[in-house]
């Protein structure tokens, strides 16, 4: 995510720690960083939620509001995810448009919620083909420790999850948790060399070769996927990773319900 | 072969006898045709068809980097510009860059970034343009393959071309290469790209639904394809820069006959001996 720079010295003594199997901040290689996450944060937003994994920290905000569908899914909710990466959570980042990380990010982060059909947004359908309701995800990163990708949507899940419609104030009805039918939960895995790390801290993703992000939902089944950096992966190393993912995904999936 | 027993009555984008929409079996590529070095002022430049993808890719580069704080003093920037034309779907398409072209523009950049030996060229960029002109599901990777040629074509120094394929699953069922009807139906959509001589994955997306079965069936029909796509790009480039004799000799005419009388043969053995003519003969007739 960022282009600052890494010394040989640390580059080394994190690539021999992990070879060791032990990372430099004592987790074993397939091991994410411990996960804390807070419902219900912000008072103002219909669903809210803030995450800590590891010294990561993000904060999403879920808004509401009724607009027009899309002419193809006239039935339908939208949903709609924005990443915004203030200069306050790193010095690599810089205030101004989205850049394309962060436009990759928000998308990775969108395609898990919208493709595992977490929310079923049939039943936000007012009145079809001028009436939906729309969900903005806001991502807010306060605090780059590595691994966006995995802190955002853990947010975003979360946020969801809580989310009340406010139909009411719409004149539309009692107000309504917003229908949250799955759990899809990302596990992104960094290459450094020839290893496999699990939930990189900003040291191992600043020298990764490659990264794979993969959501699972409840079943294990792939929901998403997405390969970033410069470097490659073998097919064997992509099933290794997807095998990883539905594990650690199983472990991390009930810490994210309220 | 596949169960079929869930596909959804009403749309039926795979029959019960495996056979798609368009005709095609699970395993089928659609038509797909490539030109290498179609562009005038671009340094290298890919045409590429594939199925009603319509996709042109330019090359231009090493050049110097713009803006210049971008550029790198140890290597050679790749940098990718995906663009849709207005005109290339059926809604017409907003001009300039969306969140989607940025994004398919990006993971495009980085495909190629480790395969280029972009160290050779520091502080340059090699500028990728791939210009979708009719879209019909697949384009990333009708791109990407296009960009591929182009950057042949443009001689940039290479470890091996990029190939690209998509593999899906519509009906139940894990299909290649789906189509825009398929991709807008279907349940799952997954493109790749490797680099054929390693089998390194350099780009790998997916969205959708697919168990982890699914999933490794998809990767080898889209691994077994890309080896029939690499087959055609490479065809591409002969076909560009491989000339037949007659074409050599209409080029360059014939070099004119000698006037002089060659050296006489040196009697010195250098490596190999040199045949003693008269001595063979006098072999021959010693022997008969």
Same mark, same amino acid.
């Given at each position: 995510?960022?282009?600052?720079?890494?010394?040989?010295?640390?580059?080394?003594?994190?690539?021999?720690?992990?070879?060791?199997?032990?990372?430099?901040?004592?987790?074993?290689?397939?091991?994410?960083?411990?996960?804390?996450?807070?419902?219900?944060?912000?008072?103002?937003?219909?669903?809210?939620?803030?995450?800590?994994?590891?010294?990561?920290? *993000?904060?999403?905000?879920?808004?509401?509001?009724?607009?027009?569908?899309?002419?193809?899914?006239?039935?339908?909710?939208?949903?709609?995810?924005?990443?915004?990466?203030?200069?306050? !959570?790193?010095?690599?980042?810089?205030?101004?448009?989205?850049?394309?990380? !962060?436009?990759?990010?928000?998308?990775?982060?969108?395609?898990?919620?919208?493709?595992?059909?977490?929310?079923?947004?049939?039943?936000?359908?007012?009145? %079809?083909?001028?009436?939906?309701?729309?969900?903005?995800?806001?991502?807010?990163?306060?605090?780059?420790?590595?691994?966006?990708?995995?802190?955002?949507?853990?947010?975003?899940?979360?946020?969801?999850?809580?989310?009340?419609?406010?139909?009411?104030?719409?004149?539309?009805?009692?107000?309504?948790?917003? %229908?949250?039918?799955?759990?899809? *939960?990302?596990?992104?895995?960094?290459?450094?060399?020839?290893?496999?790390?699990?939930?990189?801290?900003?040291?191992?993703?600043?020298?990764?070769?490659?990264?794979?992000?993969?959501?699972?939902?409840?079943?294990?089944?792939?929901? !998403?996927?997405?390969?970033?950096?410069?470097?490659?992966?073998?097919?064997?190393?992509?099933?290794?990773?997807?095998?990883?993912?539905?594990?650690?995904?199983?472990?991390?999936? %009930?810490?994210?319900?309220? | 072969?596949?169960?079929?027993?869930?596909?959804?009555?009403?749309?039926?984008?795979?029959?019960?006898?495996?056979?798609?929409?368009?005709?095609?079996?699970?395993?089928?590529?659609?038509?797909?045709?490539?030109?290498?070095?179609?562009?005038?002022?671009?340094?290298? /430049?890919?045409?590429?068809?594939?199925?009603?993808?319509?996709?042109?890719?330019?090359?231009?580069?090493?050049?110097?980097?713009?803006?210049?704080?971008?550029?790198?003093?140890?290597?050679?920037?790749?940098?990718?510009?995906?663009?849709?034309?207005?005109?290339?779907?059926?809604?017409?398409?907003?001009?300039?860059?969306?969140?989607?072209?940025?994004?398919? /523009?990006?993971?495009?950049?980085?495909?190629?970034?480790?395969?280029?030996?972009?160290?050779?060229?520091?502080?340059?960029?090699?500028?990728?343009?791939?210009?979708?002109?009719?879209?019909?599901?697949?384009?990333?990777?009708?791109?990407?393959?296009?960009? /591929?040629?182009?950057?042949?074509?443009?001689?940039?120094?290479?470890?091996?071309?990029?190939?690209?394929?998509?593999?899906?699953?519509?009906?139940?069922?894990?299909?290649?290469?789906?189509?825009?009807?398929?991709?807008?139906?279907?349940?799952?959509?997954?493109?790749?790209?490797?680099?054929?001589?390693?089998?390194?994955?350099?780009?790998? @997306?997916?969205?959708?639904?697919?168990?982890?079965?699914?999933? @490794?069936?998809?990767?080898?029909?889209?691994?077994?394809?890309?080896?029939?796509?690499?087959?055609?790009?490479?065809?591409?480039?002969?076909?560009?820069?491989?000339?037949?004799?007659?074409?050599?000799?209409?080029?360059?005419?014939?070099?004119?006959?000698?006037?002089?009388?060659?050296?006489?043969?040196?009697?010195?053995?250098?490596?190999?001996?040199?045949?003693?003519?008269?001595?063979?003969?006098?072999?021959?007739?010693?022997?008969?």
């Amino acid at each position: 995510m960022s282009d600052d720079i890494l010394s040989d010295l640390m580059r080394d003594y994190v690539y021999r720690s992990a070879k060791a199997g032990r990372r430099t901040d004592g987790r074993a290689l397939d091991e994410p960083r411990k996960l804390a996450v807070e419902h219900g944060v912000v008072k103002t937003a219909e669903g809210s939620a803030r995450v800590k994994l590891g010294n990561t920290d *993000v904060i999403v905000g879920i808004k509401m509001s009724v607009g027009q569908p899309y002419p193809d899914t006239p039935n339908t909710g939208v949903l709609s995810t924005t990443v915004e990466l203030i200069p306050m !959570a790193s010095p690599t980042f810089e205030a101004g448009p989205p850049r394309p990380d !962060a436009i990759e990010l928000a998308r990775v982060v969108d395609r898990g919620i919208r493709e595992s059909k977490m929310v079923n947004v049939a039943k936000l359908c007012i009145t %079809p083909k001028e009436k939906v309701w729309v969900m903005f995800i806001d991502i807010h990163v306060l605090d780059f420790d590595g691994n966006l990708f995995d802190a955002s949507s853990y947010g975003a899940a979360a946020a969801l999850a809580t989310t009340i419609v406010p139909a009411k104030a719409q004149g539309l009805g009692d107000d309504f948790p917003l %229908p949250v039918e799955h759990w899809p *939960v990302s596990v992104t895995t960094a290459k450094i060399k020839d290893l496999l790390v699990v939930d990189p801290g900003l040291d191992e993703e600043r020298m990764a070769d490659a990264r794979l992000t993969v959501t699972t939902d409840e079943n294990g089944d792939i929901r !998403a996927m997405q390969k970033g950096l410069k470097g490659s992966f073998s097919y064997d190393e992509v099933k290794r990773i997807i095998e990883t993912s539905q594990k650690v995904g199983r472990a991390l999936r %009930p810490s994210l319900r309220p | 072969m596949v169960d079929i027993e869930h596909i959804p009555k009403e749309l039926k984008l795979i029959d019960e006898k495996g056979v798609r929409l368009d005709g095609r079996r699970h395993d089928e590529l659609r038509p797909i045709r490539i030109e290498a070095g179609v562009l005038r002022r671009a340094d290298g /430049s890919a045409y590429v068809e594939w199925g009603g993808n319509k996709v042109l890719a330019a090359v231009y580069g090493p050049r110097e980097a713009h803006p210049r704080h971008l550029q790198d003093p140890a290597r050679a920037l790749v940098q990718c510009r995906y663009n849709m034309a207005p005109f290339s779907v059926s809604d017409r398409k907003r001009p300039g860059p969306d969140r989607r072209s940025v994004e398919i /523009s990006k993971v495009i950049s980085e495909a190629f970034a480790s395969v280029v030996f972009a160290e050779q060229f520091p502080r340059t960029s090699v500028d990728i343009f791939i210009e979708v002109l009719q879209a019909d599901a697949g384009t990333r990777c009708a791109g990407l393959t296009a960009a /591929s040629v182009a950057l042949a074509d443009a001689g940039v120094p290479m470890r091996d071309l990029v190939t690209s394929c998509a593999s899906g699953k519509i009906g139940g069922v894990v299909c290649l290469d789906l189509n825009k009807d398929e991709d807008n139906f279907g349940e799952a959509d997954c493109p790749m790209a490797i680099v054929p001589r390693t089998g390194e994955l350099v780009l790998l @997306q997916m969205d959708g639904h697919l168990t982890y079965d699914e999933f @490794q069936k998809a990767m080898e029909l889209s691994i077994a394809a890309t080896q029939r796509i690499y087959e055609m790009q490479r065809d591409a480039l002969r076909r560009r820069y491989s000339l037949s004799i007659d074409e050599i000799m209409k080029e360059s005419p014939a070099a004119p006959p000698r006037e002089t009388e060659l050296p006489e043969m040196s009697t010195q053995i250098v490596g190999e001996p040199e045949l003693d003519f008269d001595a063979l003969d006098e072999d021959r007739e010693g022997g008969a």
